[in-house]
């Protein structure tokens, strides 16, 4: 079983849908990143979380420290948020990322 | 926040010579980076963690011999792929860690990648 899991892994959705992704760890963490990674491999950072909720326009990220779980949503979703989006998480005992395997957004206009 | 650069962002090599990749912190100072690499349609895993002014720890199974990691300065890793094959493309990203004081408080933040392409 892998530390980190994220589900699903391919979601596609018409545009002006509401997305939630889920990602549930296993190991003791420090904090939680959601990240974007587009086509072309470059990657942007979205969220880091310890703790409760963020939001940063359309995306909300929330975490559960005692579950271990946190959901990553999308509300109006439109065609640009096509992508992968990759949970990972740090490690408390040496800071280390774990990565999850990424879920694979697509958003049909 | 702050940020971190990578450069190239992309590079294509012949095989068998050398590349090297840089990691920058651009406005805070890094004692410790990392170091991961994604195959295609993979996930990204940890090849070394780089701590400035000493030898970098690689994870079981990455040669440091042919991935030599060198953090000379706060600001700075870079990771060179020596002698390098077609199975060595991949995309290559670092993090740097930034501490808060006293408080044990830290944040990571990731560079945008490197594309590398062995031909």
């Known amino acids: 079983k892998n530390e980190v899991e994220q589900s699903p892994q391919n979601l596609t959705a018409q545009e002006g849908e509401f997305i939630t992704i889920n990602c549930s760890y296993s190991?003791?963490?420090?904090?939680l990143h959601w990240l974007q990674q587009h086509p072309g491999g470059g990657i942007v950072s979205l969220f880091m979380?310890?703790?409760?909720?963020k939001k940063h326009g359309r995306l909300i990220a929330t975490i559960n420290i005692q579950e271990k779980h946190s959901s990553l949503h999308i509300t109006a979703s439109h065609p640009r948020d096509s992508a992968v989006y990759i949970c990972?998480?740090?490690?408390?005992?040496?800071?280390?990322?774990?990565w999850g395997a990424g879920t694979k957004l697509i958003i049909k206009p | 926040g702050a940020v971190v650069s990578q450069h190239p962002s992309w590079v294509i090599c012949k095989s068998g010579t050398s590349v090297k990749i840089e990691c920058r912190s651009l406005d805070f100072q890094a004692t410790t980076m990392f170091w991961y690499r994604q195959f295609p349609k993979q996930s990204l895993m940890l090849m070394a963690t780089s701590n400035e002014g000493s030898k970098a720890t690689y994870e079981q199974g990455v040669e440091k011999d042919k991935f030599l990691i060198n953090h000379a300065s706060l600001t700075l890793s870079t990771l060179t792929v020596t002698s390098a094959h077609p199975e060595d493309s991949s995309f290559y990203i670092c993090?740097?860690?930034?501490?808060?004081?006293?408080?044990?408080?830290?944040?990571?933040?990731f560079g945008p990648g490197t594309r590398l392409t062995v031909l």
């Open positions: 993090s740097a860690l930034e501490w808060w004081g006293a408080s044990g408080y830290n944040e990571q933040f």
């Open positions: 190991v003791g963490i420090s904090a």
């Open positions: 979380l310890s703790s409760g909720k």
């Open positions: 990972a998480v740090i490690m408390d005992s040496n800071y280390q990322l774990i």
